[in-house]
C-alpha cells in the first residue's frame, strides 16, 4: 500500500524526510496500558494523522470493548455495545445497546462485521469520533450455533 493515497503530501510529523543516511525511518510508538503495537504500525508504510500509533494522539479516559456493526466508512467503524438495563416496577431487564464511531488505523488489516474489538478514548478526531481502535480479535464459530452475548 502506497503511503501517498492523498491529493496533499503525506509524512509523519517527527521524521524529517531530507536525512544523509539512507536507512528507512518510521516513528512509531508503545500507547502504554497493556496493548502492543501491532507489526503493521511498525513495519508498514501506511500514513495516518488519527492513528494512535504512528501519529500524536493520545488514549485517556475509557477503555470499551464491542462488537464491530458497521464497516461501511473509510477508516471508521461503528461499534455496538449491548448491556442491560433494570427496570424496578417491573423488576426485570431490557436490552439496549449504544452505537460508537471509532477511528479504524490502517494497522488493523481484515476487520469486518462481527468481530470484537477494544477501543480507547482520545480526543477528538471528528464530529463524531473520540475513541481509537487499540485492539482487534477475529469472530469465532466453535459449532454450528453459538449463543449470544445475552
Known amino acids: 500500500m502506497s503511503a501517498q493515497t492523498e491529493r496533499s503530501f503525506q509524512k509523519q510529523e517527527a521524521v524529517f524526510l531530507n536525512a544523509k543516511s539512507g ?15 501491532p507489526a503493521e504500525a511498525i513495519n508498514g508504510t501506511y500514513i495516518d494523522r488519527k492513528c494512535p500509533f504512528t501519529s500524536n494522539v493520545s488514549i485517556r479516559g475509557r477503555i470499551l470493548t464491542g462488537t464491530v456493526h458497521s464497516t461501511k466508512m473509510a477508516n471508521t467503524i461503528i461499534v455496538r ?27 488493523f488489516i481484515g476487520v469486518s462485521e462481527g468481530d470484537t474489538v477494544t477501543i480507547g478514548q482520545c480526543r477528538p478526531l471528528s464530529k ?4 481509537n481502535v487499540l485492539k482487534h480479535q477475529k469472530k469465532q464459530l466453535k459449532g454450528s450455533k453459538q449463543f449470544q452475548q445475552y
Do not use: M, V
Open 128 to 131: 463524531t469520533i473520540r475513541f
Open 23 to 37: 536507512k528507512n525511518s518510521r516513528w512509531y510508538k508503545e500507547i502504554g496500558l497493556g496493548f502492543k503495537t
Open 81 to 107: 455495545r449491548e448491556y442491560l438495563h433494570y427496570i424496578p416496577k417491573y423488576q426485570r431487564y431490557e436490552k439496549r445497546h449504544k452505537n460508537i464511531a471509532a477511528h479504524l488505523s490502517p494497522a
